[in-house]
């Protein structure tokens, strides 16, 4: 009997995925729902939009379900090298784009994952008696993850009917003059990427960025720091989740040297609101809540499931609470699990998501 | 990694199981308790650091930190090692660190979290893994410390009141003198491994006689009215601490260790010696003569002689007749930082090195001097026979 259910077979889902096979669940007790086979697809269209090259994640940024080894030691054996290792326990490594799509097809390769997804687009989950209806003819699943990904790119109001935007994750070149809105790591990634392609760049940005080379603490990865925002009361937990999701990227000359020479020879400068620009590029990151996501509204909706503003009230291991009993998991991964875990929406934070989900699997099995 | 305090504990406990063990099969092998000491060490004061620094200081903890958090550790370790007198070769026992070191690093990096899924996510704890760590370290501790107690020799106590010796010790024992307790006629030593401490010796050819024996130890033992060595030792390795020696006028000695240079370093220190011909004689062996107190003795005070090689220092020499401190027959000699005072010349002799010198190097022997204080000699310092002198750098 297929036990477990995977809808969405992104990234999230792919580690979830890896995860459970590693801790024991048979692969086909398994069942992966998503249309495109390819875990890194739509991750691949976004990098290659804002021509990234190098992960922000460290070493820790590889889909193994096990932090050893990851993708310094990987890099420095290809390169029989210790510089990827060295400048791993430093913090500074950081793989290359290439390097983690080659990881990510050899891992769906060798694991079976084409055998486990359904092309299949799920559209609600239906609670029942010791399980979940995914899909109609798929039978009851007992455990169900639901790894969605982000609901969609987020584009200001004011500027969702200009026939000069596009937005940074979708393909694009760059004209003579570009209006970069956002202030994170893919608009400072634009910024770079329109200087080189030898264009004027205007940067128009609400605040200014935080300069930190992750998106949150890094005791927040871990249960030392995990276990204190995992107490905290709602509104102070809110106040911390929108920090965290507040514009940042990472310190460093490699940042700064470009854009201070950029600005002064007058190709770089600030200003607070678009202006006659060719081309407006919105480096304005995801739309953000569970109301943006259809399955999602519709779970709440139905179920009245707990939220605190966009955010679903899943429990510190991200299942959620109402519909998951001692025979059943309803459980979130990626960027709706931000309420257990901040850093939800990365390759770790996936893997929060997984464990947590494995042990429930585990603890509920039945044969 | 961000470590919590548990995970700190677990992670040190767990990573210090395949150290121990190798300490207590090198142990084994050496047949010396070092190698379980020094793991012991090193464990208290990491997880001292764990507990009492770390987890305050550091809210995450790159991996590069490892390297100087290492070097403190080491240097820690050392110290402590010092303070409890763990006797550990320094070249086996960097040795030892500098693999336990590794180890603890190759399983926190890739062995503990190959072994639990979780590991970084929950600050290095190890689950039920943990105390089970605990466990076997409280174990292995405690079978290692019950196996050298049940190796400890057996102790002696030598009641108060005079007994008739000599006492003859063939079996590695503690012999401990009550207060007031006193052989009369000498003990002997024949076995490795003996302790004497308290207790008073009177005559006797020679008070305390060591000999064929290591790791000897005596320990604030009197000895008075021996016929011709308060303590004699040949072919031995022993420790003299805060002895006091009486000697008769005559040929006599305090403390004679001769033969011995194949035997490792003999140790004299604190000692309180009055008389005789000769104070502390070291011949043929290596020795560090240290903090003693030498007077009134009628030929040299301290003396290293024939191709002896060791450290004289913080001595101090009052009212020698003849000599003070000597350097002899080919000997190399570190003298430093003794005070040598009221050395007189012997005119019953025409010997030159009678003369009432502080301090001598004699026949191609080689004395280095640093900071020593000489006052109200007959003569300061000389050479003879094709003896050095130098300051030390």
């Not at chain 1, 290659?48 to 030691?73: K, W």
């Not at chain 2, 020799?153 to 063939?170: D, E, F, M, N």
């Not at chain 2, 009134?296 to 003396?303: D, E, G, K």
Request: aromatic residues 6%; neutral net charge; glycine residues 10%.
């Amino acid at each position: 009997m297929t036990q477990v259910a995977i809808v969405g077979g992104g990234l999230a889902g792919f580690v979830s995925y890896l995860t459970l096979v590693h801790g024991g669940v048979q692969p086909d007790e398994i069942a992966v729902f998503d249309p495109d086979p390819d875990p890194a697809a739509i991750w691949r269209r976004r990098a290659a939009a804002i021509r990234q090259r190098a992960m922000r994640s460290e070493s820790d940024g590889h889909c193994l379900p096990t932090s050893f080894p990851g993708l310094a030691v990987r890099d420095a054996v290809r390169r029989r090298s210790p510089v990827p290792l060295v400048r791993s326990v430093c913090d500074r490594y950081h793989p290359s784009v290439d390097l983690f799509l080659e990881h990510v097809a050899e891992l769906r390769e060798q694991s079976g994952w084409d055998e486990r997804v359904r092309r299949e687009r799920v559209e609600r989950v239906l609670p029942t008696e010791g399980g979940f209806f995914v899909l109609e003819g798929h039978g009851v699943f007992r455990h169900v993850l639901l790894a969605l990904g982000h609901p969609g790119l987020a584009l200001p109001e004011e500027l969702a009917d200009d026939p000069r935007v596009v937005h940074a994750y979708e393909p694009h070149e760059y004209s003579e003059e570009v209006t970069v809105v956002g202030a994170g790591m893919a608009a400072a990634t634009e910024w770079l990427n329109a200087l080189a392609a030898g264009s004027r760049v205007v940067s128009v940005r609400r605040r200014e960025p935080a300069r930190r080379p992750l998106n949150v603490e890094r005791e927040l990865f871990s249960r030392r720091g995990l276990a204190g925002f995992q107490r905290t009361g709602r509104s102070e937990r809110v106040a911390l989740l929108r920090r965290f999701g507040e514009p940042s990227y990472p310190p460093g000359p490699a940042w700064d040297r470009p854009l201070d020479q950029a600005a002064a020879d007058g190709r770089f400068r600030i200003e607070p609101t678009v202006n006659g620009s060719v081309q407006v590029i919105c480096a304005t990151g995801f739309r953000r809540g569970w109301m943006h996501d259809a399955l999602l509204a519709d779970l709440v909706a139905r179920h009245r499931l707990d939220t605190e503003l966009g955010w679903i009230v899943v429990a510190d291991d991200c299942s959620v609470p109402a519909l998951t009993d001692e025979t059943r998991t309803l459980a979130l991964a990626g960027a709706p699990a931000q309420w257990a875990y901040p850093a939800a929406d990365t390759l770790v934070g996936a893997k929060y998501a997984a464990r947590a989900f494995l042990r429930r699997v585990r603890r509920c099995r039945t044969r | 990694m961000s470590y919590t305090l548990r995970g700190r504990v677990d992670s040190r406990l767990a990573a210090a199981l395949l150290p121990l063990l190798a300490a207590c099969v090198l142990a084994a092998l050496v047949h010396a308790w070092w190698p379980v000491e020094l793991a012991g060490l090193m464990l208290g004061v990491g997880l001292a650091l764990d507990v009492l620094v770390y987890d305050r200081v550091l809210d995450y903890q790159p991996g590069w930190l490892a390297v100087p958090l290492g070097v403190l550790e080491l240097l820690l370790t050392l110290a402590a090692a010092d303070g409890f007198s763990v006797r550990a070769p320094l070249g086996p026992a960097l040795a030892f660190y500098g693999g336990s070191w590794l180890v603890a690093q190759a399983l926190g990096h890739a062995g503990f979290p190959l072994l639990r899924l979780s590991y970084a996510e929950d600050g290095g704890e190890l689950g039920s893994s943990g105390p089970g760590a605990a466990a076997l370290v409280a174990v292995a501790f405690a079978a290692a410390g019950g196996i050298a107690w049940a190796k400890l020799p057996p102790t002696v106590h030598l009641a108060q009141g005079v007994h008739r010796g000599p006492l003859v010790i063939t079996r590695r024992e503690n012999l401990v003198g009550e207060r007031g307790a006193v052989v009369r006629g000498g003990i002997v030593v024949r076995a490795d491994g003996v302790t004497v401490r308290n207790g008073s010796v009177l005559g006797g050819e020679n008070g305390i006689d060591v000999e064929e024996a290591r790791h000897v130890v005596l320990d604030h033992v009197t000895v008075a009215g021996a016929a011709l060595d308060g303590i004699h030792v040949r072919r031995s390795q022993v420790t003299i601490r805060g002895c006091v020696i009486d000697s008769p006028a005559g040929w006599t000695q305090g403390i004679d260790l001769s033969f011995n240079a194949d035997k490792g370093m003999s140790m004299v220190e604190g000692c309180t010696i009055v008389g005789g011909r000769q104070g502390i004689v070291i011949d043929s062996s290596g020795a560090v003569v240290s903090g003693n107190r030498v007077s009134a003795t009628s030929l040299q005070a301290i003396t290293m002689t024939e191709m002896s090689m060791g450290t004289i220092e913080r001595n101090e020499v009052v009212g020698a007749l003849g000599a003070g401190i000597v350097c002899d027959d080919q000997s190399e000699c570190m003298i430093e930082r003794n005070r040598v005072s009221g050395t007189r010349a012997d005119s019953s002799t025409d010997a030159l090195s009678q003369k009432g010198y502080g301090i001598i190097s004699n026949y191609k022997a080689t004395a280095e001097l640093a900071d020593n204080e000489l006052l109200g000699n007959a003569r300061g310092v000389t050479t003879f026979a094709g003896a050095v002198v130098t300051d030390a750098p």
